[in-house]
């Protein structure tokens, strides 16, 4: 749980008692009540938004909110569907319901304006907002996600070509049982977390899951090509991402965020060692390093 003093559950319920707590922009607004995620508030200061990653919980940003309590006002959101929250009452869409409710958020919650910190999924719809919304967000910082995730499968990877396969594999996780889908996700996350001893936790996520929002999220992740968005984005970026020499050459990894990124305006890149996908679990230092840099 979180140690603050100040501490806030944004939910439909609890969205007056945050408008009390919190300044509105513009002299009618009214309270925004977000259907897609809630937030945990806490802190006092600048204004920081974390965005968890495909199925994880916002705990995944607890040793950062921790740290950043009496310098910043943390913003922890937790996905709708994602790790045991609720599903939201369609699973047709979640990436872009998810953006356009973080804007109206940010619109509500903040002074106008935040900086925004996401991880994989949290990081891709973190680029979706700034280029949608670059009056909300202040500087973005993109954990370990490409503007394209199917470029992994190779420079021929283009949306068109890979929907059937992501298509076939949304329909194919729904398709699991409980029993089948949580043996999956214990074989593949030794891929994801380095350390073994948080793997668990990152499963349980996944399998406290709704099904269909995880699937559906992971298939609109696969299609979603933004590659020829970036140099428009004029919001700071900062992307941080993670090499081991398990993942192959070092080349052939900072190749593909340094040229996935590179386009942009205000780009700058932050590799850190010895980490998988969850890097703030691997390499706690590093990351928190690299987090107290970016909000500088």
């Known amino acids: 749980m979180l140690s603050f003093s100040r501490r806030f559950l944004v939910s439909a319920l609890g969205a007056l008692a945050l408008a009390a707590a919190l300044p509105l922009n513009g002299a009618n607004a009214q309270p925004f009540a977000p259907s897609r995620f809630s937030v945990e508030v806490a802190g006092n200061g600048a204004d920081v938004i974390f965005i968890p990653g495909l199925g994880s919980s916002r705990d995944v940003w607890q040793a950062q909110a921790d740290a950043l309590a009496e310098t910043h006002r943390v913003h922890m959101v937790q996905v709708a569907g994602f790790a045991g929250e609720a599903a939201p009452a369609s699973t047709e869409a979640m990436i872009d319901p998810l953006v356009e409710g973080l804007a109206q ?170 980490a998988y996908h969850f890097i703030m679990f691997d390499q706690p230092a590093a990351f928190q390093a690299a987090v107290a840099d970016f909000l500088r």
């Open 105 to 274: 958020y940010i619109e509500s919650y903040t002074p106008g304006q935040a900086a925004v910190i996401g991880h994989s999924m949290g990081g891709l719809s973190g680029l979706i907002l700034a280029r949608r919304h670059p009056d909300r967000v202040s500087r973005l910082m993109i954990v370990d996600s490409l503007p394209f995730f199917s470029a992994m499968f190779g420079p021929q990877a283009t949306a068109a070509t890979v929907e059937p396969q992501a298509r076939a594999m949304r329909d194919q996780l729904i398709a699991l049982d409980d029993a089948s889908f949580a043996a999956q996700q214990n074989m593949g996350v030794g891929r994801l977390v380095k350390t073994a001893e948080r793997r668990a936790e990152v499963v349980q996520w996944s399998v406290a899951s709704d099904r269909r929002a995880f699937a559906q999220a992971m298939y609109e992740v696969m299609i979603t090509d933004l590659r020829g968005e970036v140099a428009n984005v004029q919001t700071p970026i900062t992307v941080v991402y993670a090499y081991d020499p398990a993942m192959g050459p070092e080349a052939m990894v900072d190749g593909l965020y340094r040229g996935g990124f590179g386009p942009a305006a205000n780009a700058t890149f932050v590799r850190i060692d010895g």
